[in-house]
């Protein structure tokens, strides 16, 4: 099989403002760097756009960066059909929130393969992958504030503890700076009202004279981000404790950066929980995890390299071909290899 001549097209939605599109665009980023196979990354936002870029790539596979709020499109029923099972190829969706119980229980209504990018699932559903993260390469310069820097991001969710930062950094400085960036979220607070009300609510949290804090509204990009979070000597994210989540990419970002990162006990946070020494809130105080730098955060970030990511992805669509084979015959087999090298799509059994 010629697998470089094998099309596989990345699916994301066009919406940006949104840590889904970040996710899906950082992951078509690196896909398309493959030597191995032809990805191709496209952004589209309904059916009938999917079906014209469909018929103009004539991919084998597809993957979807999926979630439901932003590909609803893709399990629209008409009829008895849902969109994705009239699409001639191999449909892989990529689950944001896919737990261990849900990974479990998964089955091929929707897509023929999910992907999870959680090192902590146990993999026992043969239509279920998990990667690695995708911590993004940055140039970081190791350089400290002369007044101690905390800082975090995100959307103006009521589970991202913002409160819990300037509580924690009051409780054991008297001098500090609180760097946070809540940008309007795409869907659900397009407008930023609920930034603006969660803002006011944390500068009215400040007590001490010494404690200033400066909250910024502006989308940033992945880029942004990570300049953002290396401008800080310390990254937080205490998130509230949630069930039924998928893993934050929040922490991706701050690994990148090479600066000293804490975090909640949060599921969210559940790829992290066996840094040693911790680096949860619950384990360490903020002072403790600042002087322990982060040496020990140094092998997530060769273990989830861009390289590491694609050979993830390249080993998944390999165990794809090689199952979907062994379920013909062998002068089946030899007829689906011949179609495969013209480009033409395996069909859904």
């Known amino acids: 099989m010629d697998q470089k001549n094998l099309t596989i097209l990345f699916v994301n939605h066009k919406a940006q403002k949104c840590g889904v599109y970040e996710f899906g665009l950082s992951i078509g980023n690196v896909l398309v760097n493959s030597k191995k196979y032809h990805f191709i990354y496209r952004e589209i936002d309904s059916w ?5 870029v469909f018929h103009q790539v004539n991919p084998a596979i597809v993957i979807y960066n999926y979630h439901p709020c932003t590909m609803g499109w893709i399990s629209e029923r008409k009829g008895l059909s849902i ?9 892989v969706g990529i689950i944001h929130d896919l737990t261990q119980k849900s990974a479990d229980n998964s089955t091929d209504v929707l897509f023929d393969y999910y992907i999870a990018a959680d090192p902590t699932l146990v993999l026992s559903n ?3 992958y998990k990667t690695g993260r995708l911590v993004p390469r940055f140039e970081t310069k190791f350089s400290s504030n002369k007044i101690t820097t905390f800082g975090s991001f995100g959307f103006a969710t009521n589970t991202k503890g913002y409160n819990k930062i300037i509580e924690k950094v009051s409780e054991e400085f008297d001098e500090a700076i609180i760097n946070l960036n809540i940008s309007f979220a795409k869907f659900g607070d397009e407008n930023g009202d609920n930034a603006r009300k969660v803002s006011d609510m944390l500068r009215k949290s400040i007590r001490k004279k010494g404690i200033v804090l400066n909250i910024t509204h502006d989308y940033l990009s992945t880029e942004d981000v990570l300049r953002f979070l290396s401008k800080n000597d310390l990254n937080l994210f205490l998130y509230e404790y949630q069930d039924d989540v998928g893993i934050s990419s929040a922490t991706d970002w701050a690994i990148a950066v090479r600066k000293p990162l804490a975090i909640t006990k949060s599921s969210m946070f559940r790829h992290l929980f066996d840094c040693s020494p911790s680096i949860c809130i619950e384990d360490n105080s903020l002072k403790t995890i600042l002087g322990n730098g982060v040496t020990h955060l140094e092998r997530l970030y060769d273990k ?3 390289e590491n990511l694609l050979l993830d992805y390249e080993r998944i ?24 090298l013209h480009l033409i799509q395996l069909k859904r059994i």
Do not use: G, M, Y
């Open 126 to 128: 043969s239509i279920v």
């Open 304 to 306: 989830w390299s861009p």
């Open 317 to 340: 669509i390999d165990d794809i071909f090689r199952k979907r084979e062994a379920c013909f015959p062998k002068s089946a087999i030899q007829k689906k290899i011949s179609l495969l």
């Open 48 to 52: 009938t756009e999917f079906n014209e």
């Open 83 to 91: 969109n994705s099972h009239k699409v001639n190829a191999i449909q």
